[in-house]
């Protein structure tokens, strides 16, 4: 069965820094593409980040420069490092795996993330 | 703010058939594969449409998605209380490089 389990999140402060995990089993992140979507509070849909299986990534621009989408084959686990934070990226992180044509397929359950002071 | 433009709301009583539209661009929904995805409240998004137009296995018939130009629809024919949630399409952008989500459309069974 595959499934997909976020941590990591929390409360941190503006321009902090923070890692968010996501421990996948019932298949190997290495063999499909990975995504990181958001969701702010009572808000839409964001996509973050994607990470090929052959290893190139992409960003969207709100996150380019900022966040890191990594993987470790070892613990069949996928990370977003997020630097610089500001409140505007306060939103729910939904890790998911991507079968390209046929779609974001699973996903996980989301860790939340707040940047306050 | 996204490019893709989804109405705000929509809704019907039980049994009737609702759509919902997503307005895009050449450099998305033109090019390339629209996916729809239905969010309950509380839970993660749910795969409803791929490539346009083809449900994943388990998705009721009731929902259909099409694609023409710069738009895309999804239909929800038969409406059901259960369908009562948030709908996003969502396509690669050629120009941006990445995934953009629309806004979202609220659907309601009255």
């Known amino acids: 069965e595959v499934q997909l389990v976020e941590s990591g999140g929390g409360l941190i402060q503006p321009g902090g820094s923070l890692r968010l995990s996501c421990a996948a089993s019932?298949?190997?992140?290495?063999?499909?593409?990975m995504t990181w979507v958001r969701q702010a509070p009572a808000k839409g849909l964001e996509w973050v980040s994607l990470?090929?299986?052959?290893?190139?990534?992409y960003y969207a621009d709100s996150v380019r420069g900022r966040f890191t989408i990594s993987r470790d084959k070892s613990k069949n686990t996928v990370f977003l490092q997020m630097t610089s934070l500001r409140a505007d990226d306060t939103a729910v992180y939904y890790c998911?795996?991507?079968?390209?044509?046929?779609?974001?397929?699973?996903w996980g359950q989301g860790t939340l993330v707040t940047v306050s002071s | 703010q996204s490019v893709l433009t989804q109405t705000p709301s929509a809704s019907g009583t039980p049994g009737q058939r609702v759509t919902i539209s997503c307005s895009g661009s050449s450099f998305n929904i033109e090019r390339n594969y629209v996916y729809w995805y239905q969010q309950l409240p509380g839970t993660a998004p749910k795969l409803l449409i791929y490539?346009?137009?083809q449900r994943p296995s388990g998705v009721p018939d009731r929902f259909s998605g099409s694609k023409s130009g710069t738009s895309a629809s999804l239909a929800i024919s038969g409406l059901r209380s259960e369908d009562e949630a948030d709908y996003y399409c969502a396509v690669w952008d050629d120009s941006l490089s990445g995934y953009v989500f629309g806004t979202g459309t609220k659907v309601t069974v009255l």
């Open positions: 990470l090929q299986s052959g290893g190139g990534t």
């Open positions: 490539t346009s137009d």
């Open positions: 998911a795996r991507d079968r390209l044509n046929y779609g974001i397929d699973y």
């Open positions: 019932g298949f190997t992140v290495t063999s499909y593409y």
